[in-house]
């Protein structure tokens, strides 16, 4: 009956069309009666419902070829193609319609009728768990893959909201701005939330390298300069990703977080998951099982999901325009510019990705996988330039909510019973931009303190976004340029920003760099950084004290003296000092790793990057995401105790989040079989040829 109906409303629908567009023909050359005509449309609606349900799927295989980002702007134009074909199979020649037309009448065709079957099967939860396994069933059948299913101990799904910190979290929900966390919250047995401390690189490759594979050792920032090598890593470039992921398995000697029955959605790394899709690790590997696109036809295949999405997409980039140019005429501050292809990174991540990766996240559930984890991306993305508690972000937050609920609700219908845990990797602190307020860049500072060049206007220093990135490996482009090209001159130091956490590099000095060998080379540079007002310490090794910190007024403290709360880390609050001292003790710890400064009465920080709400450094709400479990599962510090680790009165850095969430896997599930690191190894990082390496490039993200 709902096939019957919706084959109804969509003859209605092209009938409507054909009389208000006028490049649309039903009839045919000498006319014909109203019945003659609604059978034409009723034939060509039918023609192309069958058409959008065989023929699509398979065009949408064979554009795997195409990066993924550009399949999602040929929505359009394979649907009104397909539609084109439909009206040219009525007979004796009474349905044709302009190209142009084409694509519009299919679109709004394709529109109406998700929507009609969706308002149908709204009070069917069967008929709502039968499409949605259904899905799942053929993406187990793609993959050759079949899952857990059928009765057994719950499932767990982790969903990461990148970027939300703690306090953002408890707001959103205190306003009802988050619905379905509230009642969480507000259940007695339902969830508990806590926040936890990053370590001092508070970004999400450091944060889920650490969560997922249980060691983030010798990764001090977003992306960092390695001496012996000569190149930058960058925790979005699959490469570098991939790269980060083989060496935390070799430190671990296992596969990660998902060894066992895992499905990994959206991340930068796997989690030794078997099951991938946007996994930007993966998207340097080419071949069988590796191909990170495939969620992308696991949704698209669905041509009610891709139209659903694209129209979404275009809805985003005028929202997005549209918020922006109100913020340009109010001068509302703190402002970074969001023209260029901004509005389309960010449909991409708040549209795209979210519908692709809460799709898959619907798919492992009914084909009940043992661990699922994923990466919503959206309101980080929007964060970084609309500020982290605007307007802007509280709407993507409610958004982001409707996609929880939607889990849940199917979690009521999966072969097993599944545990939601929600989390972040880091949360953001806001602050005009460090060029902003000073009128130059870290780069320029560091210049004019060395005696070098500085141009005559402060040079925007680019970004670090993983939704960019992400963007650019879609469209098969590589990661890299800005602050990442090599220095003109073997002597010119290397400067890149994270947030607000600068690292500077001299290529020509090897290992280390000593404050002596600086102090003799540039005498004044160190002292005008320390004494800057836009920059809270330094952390540099001396020849004669160790590694000392640096601040205003000649402030000099060894590392090994360091305490919260005193000197230039005074602002900083708990745990300041024990983050400096342990990525003092990484192999690519910079010569000198800047951090810039924090008002502790505004939660303020100067991004180094073209960033109003930032992270990547120490200094306020960055350092402060978020661990939200169901009630009946083992509190995190127990676990983190349980697991071998130090028992303490907070939970403190990624590798002691990924300690609690292999506790809770493990309660349910008995423990996780750990790879032989060999074969780890070769998973991780093998298949990859030297130009795919060299370019940070691979089959997409």
């Known amino acids: 009956m709902r096939v019957i109906v919706v084959w109804g409303v969509s003859t209605v629908t092209l009938l409507a069309l054909a009389g208000i567009l006028p490049d649309v023909q039903l009839q045919s050359d000498d006319g014909d009666s109203v019945t003659k005509t609604a059978f034409t449309a009723a034939w060509g609606a039918g023609?192309?419902?069958?058409?959008?349900?065989?023929?699509?799927?398979?065009?949408?295989?064979?554009?795997?070829?195409?990066?993924?980002?550009?399949l999602g702007m040929l929505v359009f134009f394979l649907n009104g193609s397909l539609l084109l074909i439909a009206l040219w199979l009525i007979p004796d020649g009474r349905g044709a319609a302009a190209p142009e037309t084409a694509v519009v009448v299919a679109a709004v065709m394709s529109a109406v009728a998700s929507a009609t079957s969706t308002a149908l099967a709204v009070r069917d939860d069967n008929a709502y768990r039968r499409r949605l396994s259904r899905l799942a069933q053929r993406r187990r059948r793609r993959s050759g893959t079949g899952g857990a299913g059928g009765e057994g101990p719950p499932g767990t799904v982790f969903i990461q909201l990148d970027g939300v910190g703690h306090d953002v979290l408890a707001q959103a929900a205190a306003d009802g701005v988050m619905p379905t966390v509230a009642h969480w919250l507000a259940d007695t047995q339902g969830h508990r939330l806590t926040p936890w401390r990053t370590d001092w690189s508070s970004q999400t490759g450091a944060s889920q390298l650490g969560i997922l594979h249980g060691s983030?050792?010798?990764?001090?920032?977003?992306?960092?300069?390695?001496?012996?090598?000569?190149?930058?890593?960058?925790?979005?470039?699959p490469a570098s990703a991939l790269e980060l992921q083989r060496r935390a398995i070799v430190r671990t000697h296992d596969g990660g977080l998902l060894t066992v029955d895992g499905a990994s959605r959206g991340n930068l790394f796997s989690g030794g998951a078997d099951q991938l899709a946007l996994v930007l690790s993966m998207a340097a590997r080419r071949g069988k099982g590796r191909r990170s696109r495939a969620g992308y036809f696991a949704y698209f295949s669905d041509p009610a999901n891709a139209v659903r999405t694209a129209l979404s997409f275009v809805a985003e980039v005028g929202r997005e325009i549209g918020q922006s140019t109100r913020a340009r005429i109010r001068k509302e501050t703190p402002r970074i510019k969001r023209g260029g292809l901004y509005p389309f990174i960010r449909a991409f991540a708040t549209v795209v990705e979210r519908d692709v990766v809460v799709s898959a996240v619907i798919g492992d559930m009914f084909g009940g996988r043992t661990a699922v984890y994923a990466d919503l991306v959206a309101y980080d993305e929007v964060a970084h330039h609309s500020g982290p508690r605007s307007r802007d972000a509280e709407k993507v937050l409610a958004r982001l909510d409707r996609s929880l609920a939607l889990i849940v609700k199917v979690a009521e219908h999966t072969p097993r019973d599944y545990r939601v845990v929600l989390l972040s990797d880091h949360g953001q602190s806001p602050g005009v931009t460090f060029a902003g307020v000073y009128g130059l860049t870290l780069k320029d500072l560091v210049r004019a303190g060395s005696g070098l060049p500085v141009p005559r206007r402060?040079?925007?220093?680019?970004?670090?976004?993983?939704?960019?990135?992400?963007?650019?490996?879609?469209?098969?482009?590589?990661?890299?340029?800005?602050?990442?090209?090599q220095p003109a001159?073997?002597?010119?130091?290397?400067?890149?920003?994270?947030?607000?956490l600068g690292l500077i590099s001299f290529p020509d000095i090897a290992g280390r760099a000593s404050q002596e060998q600086l102090d003799r080379r540039h005498p004044a540079l160190l002292g005008t950084l320390a004494n800057h007002p836009g920059i809270g310490f330094l952390l540099v090794h001396s020849e004669r004290d160790g590694s000392v910190v640096l601040g205003r007024d000649g402030t000099r403290i060894p590392v090994a003296e360091l305490k919260d709360g005193q000197g230039p880390l005074a602002p900083f609050g708990p745990g300041a000092a024990d983050a400096i001292r342990r990525t003092d003790t990484f192999p690519h710890v910079a010569d000198v790793m800047v951090n810039s400064m924090y008002d502790p009465a505004t939660g303020t920080v100067h991004a180094?990057?073209?960033?109003?709400?930032?992270?990547?450094?120490?200094?306020?709400?960055?350092?402060r995401p978020f661990l939200?479990?169901?009630?009946?599962?083992?509190?995190?510090?127990?676990?983190?105790?349980?697991e071998g680790g130090r028992r303490a009165s907070e939970l403190v850095g990624a590798e002691a989040v990924h300690r609690v969430l292999r506790r809770w896997l493990r309660e349910v599930s008995g423990p996780q079989v750990p790879v032989r690191t060999t074969d780890a190894v070769r998973d991780a990082g093998g298949g990859l040829t030297g130009a795919e390496e060299e370019a940070g490039t691979g089959t997409g993200a």
């Not at 010119?492 to 607000?500: E, F, H, I, Y």
């Open 608 to 623: 180094f990057e073209e960033q109003i709400g930032s992270h990547g450094g120490l200094g306020g709400e960055q350092s």
């Open 458 to 485: 402060a040079q925007r220093t680019r970004s670090g976004s993983e939704a960019r990135d992400a963007v650019r490996i879609a469209l098969h482009r590589p990661v890299a340029g800005g602050e990442e090209k």
């Open 216 to 237: 983030n050792h010798d990764v001090p920032a977003f992306r960092w300069y390695e001496k012996e090598t000569g190149d930058v890593m960058v925790s979005s470039r």
């Open 628 to 642: 939200l479990w169901p009630g009946d599962m083992t509190d995190p510090l127990e676990a983190v105790a349980a």
């Open 489 to 500: 001159k073997a002597s010119d130091p290397v400067v890149l920003a994270s947030g607000n």
């Open 47 to 70: 023609a192309f419902g069958l058409l959008s349900a065989l023929v699509w799927p398979v065009l949408v295989r064979a554009l795997l070829i195409v990066p993924a980002f550009v």
